[in-house]
């Protein structure tokens, strides 16, 4: 159980184009969802919480109008990042909070997005 | 201000040697701690948790030690196995997991066969 999965797992887009970020729990009904972001050998950062039905918190640092995130259901959050710019690239990380243990976070196997 | 170290960029063990992994956090308010394993280019996946009214919570070959007045966590893999390799991230929370994870720097942790 606990099994959260991202689509897609490589994406490649040009400067200015917008690039949506799927992460789905499979097995159990998240309550929460988090959207990290992680550098080279860097740890990870979260960006944004969000709870389902409700409006994303931002961590300060984030640009909430560039990463737009969208919790629709209790086992569907997007992030969209929009005009995307090649600093932008990076390891985008999802995870989810709500199942057998609802203390633990678990996470998808994370987006590699590089924008040319 | 880095909440959560973790002081060891990198530890290399021998095969069925004991591997342990040190963090250090700040914020006494952190009452949830978590270890992840990561794999390049992979999401961590769980590994071990402990709350704070705890000093220890073993998982077969992973124990989790917890010293609050010392603000340190270790993790102990025994016997250690060279799919172990990977980078082990300490995490922090407060009020429970669904609030927000605090993470360490990450060890790199290598198992030599």
């Known amino acids: 159980g606990a099994v959260v999965s991202q689509h897609p797992s490589r994406v490649i887009c040009k400067s200015g184009t917008s690039v949506k970020i799927e992460c789905r729990s499979l097995?159990?009904?998240?309550?929460?969802m988090f959207w990290y972001r992680q550098f080279p050998k860097q740890s990870l950062m979260l960006m944004a919480t969000?709870?389902?039905?409700?409006?994303?918190?931002?961590e300060q640092g984030v640009e909430k109008d560039k990463f737009l995130i969208n919790h629709a259901s209790l086992t569907l959050s997007t992030l969209t990042v929009t005009s995307a710019h090649p600093e932008d690239s990076s390891f985008y990380i999802c995870?989810?909070?709500?199942?057998?243990?609802?203390?633990?976070?678990?996470f998808g196997p994370g987006t590699r997005l590089t924008v040319l | 201000d880095q909440q959560v170290k973790q002081n060891s960029p990198s530890l290399s063990v021998q095969e069925g040697r004991i591997s342990i992994l040190n963090c250090d956090y700040t914020?006494?308010?952190?009452?949830?701690f978590l270890w992840y394993k990561k794999y390049p280019a992979e999401g961590p996946t769980f590994l071990i948790s402990?709350?704070?009214?705890?000093d220890k919570n073993e998982d077969g070959r992973f124990t989790v030690f917890l010293n609050k007045s010392a603000k340190h966590l270790s993790l102990h893999i025994v016997p250690s196995q060279p799919g172990d390799s990977a980078v082990y991230f300490c995490?922090?929370?407060?009020?429970?997991?669904?609030?927000?994870?605090?993470f360490g720097t990450g060890t790199r942790l290598k198992v030599l066969a």
């Open positions: 969000s709870n389902e039905g409700s409006k994303a918190t931002y």
């Open positions: 995870s989810a909070a709500g199942g057998v243990n609802t203390d633990t976070q678990y």
């Open positions: 914020n006494s308010m952190f009452d949830y």
């Open positions: 097995d159990f009904q998240a309550t929460t």
């Open positions: 402990i709350s704070s009214i705890k």
């Open positions: 995490a922090a929370s407060a009020v429970g997991g669904t609030y927000k994870y605090i």
